[in-house]
């Protein structure tokens, strides 16, 4: 499983900005991903920018008052001599090829044709391209939208909506009141195959009113069988219940999960790729996550191992009260 970030999409914009040729004077974006792209290589190289749409309309170019643009004085889209017509993917180039016969159909000038990403097979439909990335992939800006969704299993809480807090983990009233009323976070635009959560059994039918209320499609609702939160503590399952779900399910593809120690569990377990909201990486059996991962768990350490000293030292420091003779 291939993933690109948006860090990588602006590293990537740095790396190979001397490849858009320097007499460009206009970029234009196809909506919606590539408009992502073109804003940042505009802003970037400092050059005008529009949509697609707003380009065939010959709609005057808007700018800001707080620089100075290169080809201020290009007003109307339709009069720049060269144009760089900006996607984000190819893939069976359709979007771009429709985009470019709408453009020369009415635009006399040179247009140069740029995917980010593409494909060693599919390369040759743009005239420049970031880097290749092979099928299968998924981008940030697309993870929770992409079609891959129909083999996928999300994990609830810190996914599709906020994780409770503390006082609201109370495993009664107040809990059922959080299922109820959680704010949504990435809910996705496509069915989802597998919805795999720690939640207890006990709380299905508020969690299926909730999914159902905020349009969450998906297959089937895997939760935990267990009476009680604290024998859910006690036997520290949440990662093997999940890994175990996606493991026996042949067709599942990608997890997507929201706390990083549990993504790297459920990667190791099921030996398939986990996708971690928490640190926005994808993670794939045997490709080199190790060294950020053993990072992360050393800060993780760190940071617990500091609690514990000042905790320490707080308690050495208490001033001893006298019992009370009363």
Same mark, same amino acid.
């Given at each position: 499983?291939?993933?690109?970030?948006?860090?990588?999409?602006?590293? *990537?914009?740095?790396?190979?900005? $001397?490849?858009?040729?320097?007499?460009?004077?206009?970029?234009?974006?196809?909506?919606?991903?590539?408009?992502?792209?073109?804003?940042?290589?505009?802003?970037?190289?400092?050059?005008?920018?529009?949509? *697609?749409?707003?380009?065939?309309?010959?709609?005057?170019?808007?700018?800001?008052?707080?620089?100075?643009?290169?080809?201020?004085?290009?007003?109307?889209?339709?009069?720049?001599?060269?144009?760089?017509?900006?996607?984000?993917?190819?893939?069976?180039?359709?979007?771009?090829?429709?985009?470019?016969?709408?453009?020369?159909?009415?635009?006399?000038?040179?247009?140069?044709?740029?995917?980010?990403?593409?494909?060693?097979? +599919?390369?040759?439909?743009?005239?420049?391209? *970031?880097?290749?990335?092979?099928?299968?992939?998924?981008?940030?800006?697309?993870?929770?939208?992409?079609?891959?969704?129909?083999?996928?299993?999300?994990?609830?809480?810190?996914?599709?909506?906020?994780?409770?807090?503390?006082?609201?983990?109370?495993?009664?009233?107040?809990?059922?009141?959080?299922?109820?009323?959680?704010?949504?976070?990435?809910?996705?635009?496509?069915?989802?195959?597998?919805?795999?959560?720690?939640?207890?059994?006990?709380?299905?039918?508020?969690?299926?009113?909730?999914?159902?209320?905020?349009?969450?499609?998906?297959?089937? *609702?895997?939760?935990?069988?267990?009476?009680?939160?604290?024998?859910?503590?006690?036997?520290?399952?949440?990662?093997?219940?999940?890994?175990?779900?996606?493991?026996?399910?042949?067709?599942?593809?990608?997890?997507?999960?929201?706390?990083?120690?549990?993504?790297?569990?459920?990667?190791?377990?099921?030996?398939?790729?986990?996708?971690?909201?928490?640190? +926005?990486?994808?993670?794939?059996?045997?490709?080199?996550?190790?060294?950020?991962? $053993?990072?992360?768990?050393?800060?993780?350490?760190?940071?617990?191992?500091?609690?514990?000293?000042?905790?320490?030292?707080?308690?050495?420091?208490?001033?001893?009260?006298?019992?009370? +003779?009363?």
């Amino acid at each position: 499983m291939n993933y690109r970030s948006l860090n990588d999409l602006s590293r *990537l914009s740095t790396e190979c900005g $001397s490849k858009i040729p320097n007499d460009v004077d206009l970029v234009v974006g196809i909506p919606r991903s590539g408009m992502l792209v073109a804003s940042v290589i505009a802003l970037k190289q400092n050059l005008p920018l529009t949509d *697609l749409y707003s380009f065939l309309r010959n709609d005057d170019l808007k700018k800001g008052n707080t620089r100075t643009y290169k080809h201020a004085e290009l007003s109307k889209p339709q009069d720049a001599m060269k144009i760089l017509l900006v996607d984000d993917s190819i893939s069976s180039a359709k979007s771009m090829r429709a985009a470019e016969e709408q453009v020369k159909a009415a635009y006399k000038g040179t247009v140069v044709t740029m995917a980010v990403f593409a494909e060693k097979h +599919n390369r040759h439909h743009v005239d420049m391209y *970031l880097e290749l990335v092979e099928q299968p992939r998924v981008f940030e800006w697309n993870i929770m939208h992409h079609p891959l969704l129909v083999h996928a299993c999300l994990d609830i809480d810190g996914v599709l909506c906020v994780d409770p807090t503390e006082e609201q983990n109370d495993d009664g009233p107040i809990y059922k009141e959080f299922i109820s009323c959680a704010r949504p976070l990435f809910v996705p635009s496509v069915k989802v195959a597998h919805l795999v959560t720690s939640r207890l059994e006990k709380y299905r039918a508020e969690t299926e009113d909730w999914l159902q209320r905020n349009g969450v499609q998906y297959g089937t *609702l895997h939760m935990l069988d267990l009476p009680t939160a604290e024998e859910r503590r006690r036997l520290n399952i949440h990662h093997k219940f999940k890994a175990e779900v996606y493991a026996k399910h042949p067709l599942t593809r990608l997890f997507i999960e929201s706390e990083f120690k549990q993504a790297i569990e459920i990667m190791r377990i099921s030996g398939k790729p986990v996708y971690c909201i928490e640190t +926005n990486e994808m993670y794939v059996p045997g490709q080199a996550y190790n060294l950020k991962a $053993s990072a992360l768990r050393k800060s993780y350490s760190f940071k617990a191992k500091v609690v514990r000293k000042i905790k320490s030292v707080v308690a050495r420091l208490a001033p001893v009260v006298p019992p009370s +003779n009363g």
